[in-house]
């Protein structure tokens, strides 16, 4: 199910974005279609849910409570970038020599993750924000510029939500942003520790046939 749920994602966001973003140029057919778009992705995703709650054999409660992040992404489908995170968590798992590749993709999804997080949060800030008294954020541009400031954890301040849903998805951002740049931060400093070690550990690195220093006797 993953290349369906992936499509199904993309699709999701599209409509998404098109729905918010040519709000006041779309006519009622293409608001319409948008809506249409956003609820069937969504039912996809709660009937993989389901067949997936089926087939564990677990009570609903003891699922949820396994699967916390899938019950969050289905709730807000627009988190899905989050997921990535459990990629991460296998690579720190593993042991052994480590694979530029594993560690890449790694940080490649990470950062992908982070993009698409970035702008899927500027999407709901914006349709929250744009018709709010009082908004600093009233073009999809402040809503960009908010977003990567809160990622990058600088936050200066001079475009900021006033909505609750805003500050809510500010929150949020927050923490998602913290995890995802972790992850990618996180990866590479393995990475790097990991093959320095392996070199040190080579023999003839600085030492005799015994481990002595050269020239010792």
């Not at 296998?90 to 890449?104: K, N, T």
């Not at 698409?116 to 500027?122: C, E, H, K």
Request: contains cysteine.
């Amino acid at each position: 199910m993953e290349l369906p749920l992936a499509v199904a994602s993309v699709a999701y966001l599209a409509g998404y974005a098109v729905r918010v973003l040519a709000r006041d140029h779309l006519p009622r057919l293409g608001v319409d279609l948008c809506v249409g778009v956003v609820l069937g992705a969504w039912a996809i995703f709660i009937a993989d849910y389901a067949v997936r709650l089926r087939l564990s054999g677990q009570r609903p409660l003891r699922f949820v409570r396994t699967h916390l992040v899938d019950t969050v992404v289905l709730l807000l489908p627009l988190l899905r970038p989050v997921r990535m995170v459990a990629i991460y968590d296998r690579v720190q798992r593993r042991r052994g020599q480590p694979h530029l590749s594993l560690y890449a993709r790694v940080m490649v999804y990470s950062g992908l993750s982070v993009s698409l997080l970035g702008f899927t949060a500027a999407l709901t800030v914006y349709h929250h924000e744009v018709d709010a008294p009082g908004a600093t954020i009233v073009t999809f541009g402040d809503s960009v510029w908010w977003a990567c400031a809160t990622l990058a954890t600088v936050g200066y301040g001079d475009v900021t939500p006033v909505t609750p849903i805003g500050r809510v998805v500010a929150v949020g951002l927050m923490a998602c942003g913290l995890a995802l740049l972790g992850a990618v931060t996180g990866s590479f400093s393995s990475w790097l520790i990991q093959a320095f070690t392996r070199e040190d550990e080579k023999p003839g690195n600085g030492e005799g046939p015994r481990g002595d220093p050269p020239g010792a006797s």
